[in-house]
C-alpha cells in the first residue's frame, strides 16, 4: 500500500476534480489535503472513520486487523467494507430478555404437559375422553401464559422503550404466571 508523505507532494495527475465523485482527496494521509466541511454525507462519514480511526487501535469487526491510521473504509487486510454506527450503551435488553425466557418456560412446561396427556389418553385401553381435571392443570396455564409471551415477543421493542416500572412489573408478572402453572400442576397430581 502506497503511503504520502506530507512532507513530499504527490506528483502524479489526478483526472477527477476536487469534491467530485470518484475523488480520494479525502483519504489522503495528508491532514491538510481534508477540507473543513464536507462535499456530502457520505463523505462526512468517510472523513469521521478516517479521524476516528487516526489515533486509536480499533480491530477490523470481520479479521480483527488493527485499523489505526486507516486511510480508507476498507479494511486492508480482509477487504471488508467499515462504517460507523451509533450503538446503545445499555439497550434495556436485560429484563425482556429474562421474561420471555420465564414466560417461555412456563409456556414450555405446561405444553409439554398438554402434549403427555394427549399421548396417555391416545395410548390408554381404555375409551372415552380424558379427565377434565388432568386438562385443567395443563391446558388452561397454557392457554393463559402464551398470549402473554406473543405480547412480549411482539412488542418486544416498545417494552424495551418503556420506563424501568413497567419493564419489572412484565417480568414480575411472567415469573407470577410461571410459578402458578408449576403450583397447578404439583397441587393436581397425586
Excluded: H
Amino acid at each position: 500500500m502506497e503511503t504520502l508523505n506530507a512532507s513530499s507532494p504527490d506528483t502524479r495527475k489526478s483526472t477527477v476534480e476536487p469534491g467530485a465523485p470518484g475523488d480520494k482527496s479525502l483519504l489522503s494521509a495528508n491532514p491538510a489535503a481534508v477540507p473543513s466541511r464536507p462535499a456530502s454525507a457520505s463523505d462526512s462519514l468517510t472523513l469521521g472513520l478516517v479521524e476516528f480511526l487516526a489515533s486509536r487501535d480499533v480491530p477490523c469487526p470481520s479479521c480483527g486487523y488493527n485499523l489505526r491510521g486507516l486511510v480508507a473504509t476498507v479494511c486492508p487486510e480482509c477487504n471488508q467494507e467499515l462504517q460507523i454506527r451509533v450503538g446503545l450503551r445499555d439497550p434495556r435488553l436485560g429484563v425482556w430478555i429474562t421474561a420471555v425466557i420465564v414466560q417461555a418456560i412456563g409456556v414450555g412446561f405446561t405444553g409439554l404437559l398438554c402434549l403427555f396427556v394427549l399421548v396417555v389418553w391416545i395410548f390408554r385401553r381404555s375409551p372415552g375422553p380424558p379427565p377434565a381435571e388432568v386438562f385443567s392443570f395443563a391446558l388452561v396455564p397454557c392457554l393463559a401464559q402464551m398470549p402473554f409471551l406473543i405480547a412480549l415477543l411482539a412488542r418486544g421493542k416498545r417494552i424495551r422503550r418503556s420506563p424501568a416500572l413497567t419493564r419489572w412489573g412484565l417480568l414480575a408478572l411472567a415469573t407470577l404466571l410461571t410459578i402458578t402453572s408449576f403450583l397447578v400442576f404439583s397441587l393436581n397430581v397425586k
